[in-house]
């Protein structure tokens, strides 16, 4: 899965940026190196993020001007994020939240540096955000054209999307903390910069959702797949299963005893320890449990928010990082039995070529290779 950030020192110093085409430059070009691989690649519902040709032109474009968010005194009030950069300003609400900009002595290491001025088109760069309030015009583009166009889902070499960001209300969820009410990873102030009452919230709340259902449900419908539609996935968050010792045999008897537990998808952590996550403390454990728990669609990787496998010593001997270990490209073969309990807290299931055990009572696994 192909996140916007990455390199973004590259598509940041285009003109005009063109991140969204470089997503499927990659998308392309894994499945040229690995044609039965799936691919996914960043979309977001929440920011309107002009790094993306699509958005950007739509931005630019005076006719579309109520599909964004505005301040709520236009670009000359005075708010907690800035309305001009490098002599750009822009009546949209927008922070410098993981945006690229040119160095300054003020701020010498931005968050992906331009060589000289960044060009988001006619607006400064930023993180801006869709206003669902505008309703069926906006969301038809959204699912149809930014989900499932011709550099989303419906491109040939791009499988699902991963779907980032969402809205919270105080009035629809109880209390919100990223850190307050609103669009997640944007100012803390927005609301107040935007002039929004905790009702426009949640009205934008209540449409950005059925945005997003209509999107999955398009996703769904073309044979794709998105991250938020895995179960234990909490808002935009790629969360992993993991294995702890003290609820090994509660999560392995659920998973075991729920006939269609392992029809569901599976995002599986290896618990990671030591400075800087150096090593695998339960690693035969934790391929012992993911074994027993997964179903034709799983994915195991590192134990930690993103699940982004930290490989590179190879290219940075003194930085110590976690090899891939060969347990993860063994071929245990097809199952040939679903996991079952041979007494209690003992969980054991048969693959082609290897007998999998996962004794919770000790904490002890094994796979043993045929």
Known sequence: SYDWSNAKAQWANQKPMDCEERLVTQAVNTKKLNPASNVFTYRNLVKALPWF??????????????????????????????????GQCSKFYHDQEQTPEHPTPSNPHPDGACIDQCDCGKNPCGEYLWDHRNGTMLREFLVNEFIMGATGVGHPDIDGVFIDDYWCSN????????????????????????????????????????????????????KGYTWSLIPGQANANAEPVLLESGSCKAMLTEACGTPKYQDLPLIFGLKMHGPNNTTLPQLTEDIAAFLLMRGPYAYAGAGIWGMSWPVGAEFDPLQPVIKRPKEMDTNYGAPVSSCHSTSEGVFTREFEHASVVLNCNTFKGQVQMK
């Not at 009702?199 to 449900?217: H, N, Y």
């Open 53 to 86: 040709t699509s958005v950007r032109v739509k931005l630019d474009d005076p006719a579309y001007s109520g599909w964004f968010l505005k301040f709520k005194d236009g670009p000359n009030g005075t708010y907690h994020v800035p309305a001009c950069t490098a």
């Open 171 to 222: 009035i629809i969820n109880g209390s919100c903390s990223d850190p307050v009410q609103g669009p997640s990873e944007i100012n803390r102030y927005s609301q107040v910069d935007m002039g929004l009452t905790d009702q426009d919230i949640e009205s934008i709340t209540k449409e950005w959702l059925t945005t997003m259902t209509a999107s999955q449900e398009a996703i769904v419908k073309s």
